[in-house]
């Protein structure tokens, strides 16, 4: 527990070394040390200084599934496996948790926490609230996903790839961004209500908003996904705001 704790831990420093040549290889090494150390005979050993090496290589995934990684290596390396198994296993890592990792988090629950953020602006919420809901609604879903994917990949080891079949992986992209499509429909009218101002919010004109949004995502499904309509609103919304 202690080892995976300072694992979990460096997870969050993953990008402090990020460069053109290696990625988020350095990352990967600082953050596989700890566990690399219950290697036999700790860290001084020719094969603890292998195994780092090994681990500091190249490397480019999304920063909140690299725990997936990080977890299947060590355990890799602490059970022996050969070294070209694991460089191979390596490398077919990278495409996968980059591409689920984009889609999850960057084009789903971020923009989801946004509008979720802007709903309570829409109701009335300060600065401080706003900001209090986004941060640590945003921080509670990517430290759980960090932790989640540090577990998966030390149980499962090389045979993470059953893992990654998870329905967390495979259907919440389009689940969040389901959610997010409908997080824009009640969160922009009440944006604009608040930005516009009571004297002239006008309900029917909010109930037509939200009702023609929802038939323009049903009208334009499997052309136009809900996550990316959201995306284009809350930026016009954004755009304005700033315009008054």
Not at 80 to 103: K, M, N, Q, Y
Not at 132 to 157: K, V
């Amino acid at each position: 527990m202690r080892v995976r704790a300072q694992v979990l831990l460096r997870l969050l420093a993953i990008q402090g070394a990020w460069n053109y040549e290696t990625l988020l290889g350095n990352g990967i090494g600082f953050c596989i040390e700890p566990a690399l150390s219950l290697l036999p005979g700790g860290v001084h050993t020719p094969r603890f200084k292998e195994a780092l090496a090994r681990q500091s290589r190249y490397f480019n995934a999304h920063p909140y599934l690299a725990g997936v990684a990080v977890g299947a290596l060590a355990r890799a390396e602490i059970d022996g496996e050969a070294p070209e198994r694991i460089e191979r296993f390596r490398t077919a890592l990278c495409g996968p948790l980059g591409s689920v990792g984009d889609r999850l988090v960057w084009a789903g629950w971020l923009p989801f926490c946004s509008l979720i953020g802007l709903v309570v602006f829409g109701l009335g919420g300060g600065p401080v609230a706003v900001l209090a809901i986004f941060l640590g609604l945003y921080n509670a879903g990517h430290l759980a996903l960090r932790a989640w994917g540090l577990q998966i990949g030390w149980t499962h080891g090389l045979r993470v790839a059953t893992a990654l079949a998870h329905p967390l992986l495979r259907r919440g992209p389009q689940a969040i961004g389901r959610a997010t499509a409908l997080a824009a429909g009640i969160a922009l009218p009440l944006a604009f209500g608040r930005v516009i101002g009571p004297g002239r919010y006008l309900l029917g004109g909010v109930v037509l908003a939200v009702v023609a949004g929802a038939l323009l995502v049903i009208r334009l499904e499997g052309r136009l996904e809900g996550w990316r309509l959201a995306l284009l609103a809350l930026l016009a919304f954004a755009l304005i705001s700033v315009a008054r």
